[in-house]
């Protein structure tokens, strides 16, 4: 196996273990003891302007925005074109799988009764970002340009992490769900891309 494709492997793995551990104790022990205290902090530093930029990104892990942003990233990238479906099936695998540990895990929300864990905002911002700084990584733009990006896609991710719980849709650990099981999805994919002969 080339280098690249054991580093996201191990990537995939490492998280998938974090992921499925956390599913555990989170089924079985309900709220995390840091989870109100973690959200206590966050929502005392609401403010206008903060709803505000939380409302605004929190849309980053819709798929009317996530959807574009991939067909733009394909219209750019010969490398995200080469294997241009299973960017696709990613995205869609990662949704079916927020919604499958939903359904098991079946802790509520802070607000309303419907389940929460994990994150689906946050599992699809993750896996969006992980999916392009894996592109990122492959391709010949100026090194500058790959920075900026990585950076936005960093920032994307942990933003609408941040908005989940600033606007009261989930526990921090239903964000750090998302986290864990969006980046697994996106690195089995480049596992999968980057032992692919070229």
Same mark, same amino acid.
């Given at each position: 196996?080339?280098?690249?494709?054991?580093?996201?492997?191990?990537?995939?793995?490492?998280?998938?273990?974090?992921?499925?551990?956390?599913?555990?104790?989170?089924?079985?022990?309900?709220?995390?003891?840091?989870?109100?205290?973690?959200?206590?902090?966050?929502?005392?530093?609401?403010?206008?302007?903060?709803?505000?930029?939380?409302?605004?990104?929190? #849309?980053? &892990?819709?798929? $009317?925005? /996530?959807?574009? !942003?991939?067909? =733009? +990233?394909?219209?750019?990238?010969?490398? @995200? *074109?080469?294997?241009?479906?299973?960017?696709?099936?990613?995205?869609?695998?990662?949704?079916?799988?927020?919604?499958?540990?939903?359904?098991?895990?079946?802790?509520?929300?802070?607000?309303?009764?419907?389940?929460?864990?994990?994150?689906?905002?946050?599992?699809?911002?993750?896996?969006?970002?992980?999916?392009?700084?894996?592109?990122?990584?492959?391709?010949?733009? #100026?090194? &500058?340009?790959? $920075?900026? /990006?990585?950076? !936005?896609?960093? =920032? +994307?991710?942990?933003?609408?992490?941040? @908005? *989940?719980?600033?606007?009261?849709?989930?526990?921090?650990?239903?964000?750090?769900?998302?986290?864990?099981?969006?980046?697994?999805?996106?690195?089995?994919?480049?596992?999968?891309?980057?032992?692919?002969?070229?």
């Amino acid at each position: 196996m080339n280098p690249t494709a054991a580093r996201w492997r191990a990537v995939c793995l490492v998280t998938l273990a974090a992921f499925l551990l956390l599913s555990a104790i989170v089924a079985s022990v309900g709220i995390l003891p840091g989870d109100v205290a973690i959200r206590r902090a966050v929502l005392d530093t609401i403010g206008d302007s903060l709803h505000t930029v939380a409302l605004v990104v929190n #849309p980053g &892990g819709k798929w $009317w925005i /996530l959807g574009p !942003a991939l067909l =733009l +990233l394909l219209w750019y990238s010969p490398v @995200a *074109r080469r294997h241009w479906w299973l960017w696709w099936i990613l995205l869609v695998f990662a949704g079916g799988m927020e919604k499958i540990f939903k359904y098991v895990v079946a802790r509520p929300r802070p607000s309303g009764s419907s389940s929460g864990f994990p994150s689906g905002h946050t599992t699809a911002a993750t896996a969006f970002a992980v999916l392009l700084i894996y592109i990122l990584t492959r391709e010949r733009w #100026p090194r &500058g340009a790959r $920075w900026t /990006l990585t950076i !936005a896609a960093v =920032l +994307l991710a942990g933003l609408v992490g941040w @908005a *989940r719980v600033m606007l009261h849709a989930h526990w921090p650990s239903d964000v750090l769900g998302g986290f864990l099981i969006g980046t697994a999805c996106a690195a089995a994919a480049a596992w999968w891309d980057s032992s692919q002969p070229s």
